[in-house]
């Protein structure tokens, strides 16, 4: 940068701004000025694409038979805020809704199991039950058995009614 120069470096380090088309320089006075108004209607351009762009995607657009609606930032800002928030809001509760679902369908299933689970223990109960019952017939028969054939055997070694003295 030269000093006393309020110029951007990269316009003063060898770029030819004056070639611009926008830019109609008569003469090295006027640079400053010149440059004033070209950064001036660059930035005009710019708010100008800014704000059709938010039209645009405010969905706004040019309606109205080509009559822009004059807007604000501070109104786009706002409208886009409020846009996010709801969608946030409707997911949110989405989301919120399906997770009830989801543990209230864990529920439903838990209480099946668990009618499930209780059934199968009074089975298993009753079927422990005649289990035990048939055990304790097959004892007293298996009993009856060995004292028949423990007789039946004492009856064939000693036929004369004696029984033999026990080992």
Known sequence: MKTG????AELDSGSDYRKLPSCKI????????????????????????VEAAL???A????????????????????????????????????TAKDIEEAAQAAVDIAADI?????????????SGKKMSEHLKEFAALANRVSTAMRDTRAEVLNPSGTLPPED
Not at 5 to 8: A, I, K, R, S
Not at 72 to 80: F, G, L, N, P, V
Not at 81 to 91: D, H, K, T, V, Y
């Open 114 to 126: 668990l009618e499930e689970a209780r059934q199968l223990a009074t089975e298993l109960r009753a």
């Open 55 to 57: 039209r645009n995607f």
């Open 59 to 94: 969905g706004n657009g040019a309606a109205d038979g080509g009559k822009v609606p004059s807007i604000t930032a501070a109104e786009r800002i706002d409208k886009i805020g409020n846009m996010s928030a709801r969608a946030i809001i409707e997911a949110s509760e989405t």
């Open 5 to 8: 120069d309020n110029e951007p």
């Open 26 to 49: 008569s003469g090295e006075s006027r640079k400053g000025s010149v440059m004033t108004e070209a950064h001036h209607r660059d930035l005009s351009q710019v708010e100008r694409g």
